[in-house]
Each structure stands twice: as structure tokens, then as C-alpha cells.
């Protein structure tokens, strides 16, 4: 039992707020801020070239991990998963990145710190979100998938590792044609939680936790 929270598809009224060019260690790409929602919550599509509905499309759809991407933790590979997104889309020369604002699973920075001290004490990341009342994973979907229609993207080349953003996609009415896996560097540090992503919440990190051990 996964207890994930399953919600049906929702529609999203989106604001397209702000758009700008992005120079980036990666190479030139678009960035759009859009909001959503009564408070008026932000998410990013990182774009390069243009869309067509019939034309399949290079997707990342990432959950923001401030640990990993500005600190460094080696505790995940998130930072990771996020360049070779950037770096892929460059090497095909379209693409679109969807970043979500949705740190430690949805459950903030705040409580992802009390889930890594409980880790500390030898719970794995599923067991820690439990234990703090949550369930395994609070993040939603819809909003990204609300984004790639904004974009006039319907077929995508899916980067993931998580068959719960494949669904989400496909519960929007937007076609897989294929998923191409998102596997970052594994370390001793991060080798549990890939093994109980994969293990417990059913993501594919097979081929890179059959590798030797670091």
C-alpha cells in the first residue's frame, strides 16, 4: 500500500504572468512564470523552440528540491534528474521543463528537514512522511498538465521515473509516446531512498540500483 493521494483530474485556471529569455550554464532557453489557484501559486515552464499538438515533445515535469539543487544534498538526486533535463532538451533543440513548487513530495522544506532527521534515526523516506502525519506523497499534477495544453503540447516523450506523473498525464487527455528514464548518480547517501522509491512507490530506478554498489 503506497498511500499516495489519489485525486481525480482537476482543471486548473492558469495566469500566464511572466515571460522572459534565460541564458543558462545548459544553453539559451524561455522561461514562463504562470500562477494559479486563490493565493496565486507559481510554476515555471522552461522552454525551448516551438510546439505542435501533433508533434511529440521532450517533457520533464520536476518538483522543486531546494536541498539538492542549491545546497547539494547528496541525500537525492534531484539537482541531477533537473540538468539532464536541461541538458537533453538543448542536444534535441525543443523541449519543455515544468518545475512545480512542490518541495519534499508537498510536504515543504520545513517538514522535509524533520522527515530527514527522522531518516537519521533509521526510518526510510516513506516511513518519515508517516510518521509526520503525511501521507507518502502530496504532489499534484494537473497544474503541469494544464501547462503543456497552455504550450500546445499533446504528445510527449516523457522524463520520469514515476508512473503516478504518466497517469496524471494521461488522465489530462495527454498521449505517452514514450518515457524516457530519469536516473541521476546513486551514492551511499541516497542509495535507501532510490531503493524505497523504487521498491515501495513502484518508480523505475532498476537499472541503476542493479549496478555495483558505491
Known sequence: MKNLVMQKPRSVSLEKYATSKLPTIHGQFEVTVYR???????????????????EP??????????TGEVLGSLKCDCREQLELALTRIQELGRGV???????????????????????????????????LGFATDLREFDVAAEIL???????????????E????????????????????????????YLETKHHTLGHDFAALLSGPKK
Open 36 to 54: 494559479y489557484g486563490p493565493d496565486s501559486e507559481e510554476a515555471l515552464a522552461v522552454t525551448l523552440g516551438s510546439f505542435a499538438p501533433d
Open 165 to 192: 506523473k504518466i497517469q496524471a498525464m494521461e488522465d489530462h487527455g495527454i498521449e505517452l509516446v514514450s518515457r524516457e528514464p530519469a536516473h541521476g548518480v546513486i551514492n551511499p547517501h541516497n542509495r535507501r
Open 149 to 163: 495544453k497552455d504550450l500546445g503540447v499533446a504528445r510527449i516523450h516523457l522524463h520520469t521515473n514515476n508512473p
Open 97 to 131: 521543463l515544468v518545475y512545480l513548487r512542490q518541495e519534499g513530495r508537498g510536504i515543504g522544506l520545513g517538514n522535509k528537514i524533520r522527515a530527514y532527521a527522522l531518516q537519521d534515526q533509521g526510518a526510510d523516506t516513506v516511513q518519515a512522511n508517516h510518521q
Open 57 to 66: 515533445t521532450f517533457v520533464r515535469v520536476h518538483s522543486e528540491c531546494y
